[in-house]
C-alpha cells in the first residue's frame, strides 16, 4: 500500500514539473517522508507483562493485565491505529481504551497476550 502511495506521488510530482516542480513537490514529499518513516518503524514489543507499540509519532505501552478482550480479523476501525495492514487485531484495555494493531502474525500474538493475561476474552 504505501510503495503505491509513494508511485501516485511522485507521479504527480512529475505531472506538476517544470517552472512549478518544487512546488509540485512542497506537498507529496513531507508526505512520502512520513509513509516511508511509518513503514519501517511500526512494531509492536511485549516484554515481561507490557505490550509496547510505535509507528511513526504513534507511541506507547499497555499493560496487558488490563486487556479485557481482543477482536480478530477487523479491517475497520475508527481510533489509534498504529498499524499498516487492514486485517489486525482490535485490544480494549482498560476501562474505555482500544487500540487497532496488525501484528505479522496475530495468531502466535494472541496466544503469547493470553499467556501472560488467561482473562483475555478473544471474539472472531
Avoid: C
Avoid at 32 to 51: A, E, P, R
Amino acid at each position: 500500500m504505501v510503495p503505491i502511495l509513494i508511485s501516485f506521488m511522485i507521479i504527480l510530482a512529475v505531472i506538476g514539473s517544470g517552472d512549478q516542480f518544487y512546488i509540485g513537490l512542497l506537498i507529496p514529499f513531507p508526505i512520502m517522508l512520513y509513509l516511508v518513516w511509518m513503514w519501517f518503524d511500526t512494531y509492536y514489543v511485549i516484554v515481561g507483562d507490557k505490550l509496547t507499540y510505535k509507528s511513526a509519532l504513534f507511541k506507547g505501552t499497555i499493560d496487558i493485565n488490563t486487556i479485557r478482550e481482543i477482536n480478530t480479523g477487523k479491517t475497520l476501525y475508527a481510533g489509534l491505529k498504529p498499524s499498516l495492514a487492514g486485517n489486525g487485531l482490535v485490544i480494549k484495555y482498560n476501562k474505555w481504551d482500544d487500540i487497532y494493531l496488525s501484528p505479522t502474525d496475530s495468531k502466535q500474538f494472541v496466544e503469547v497476550l493470553k499467556s501472560i493475561n488467561p482473562q483475555i476474552k478473544v471474539q472472531q
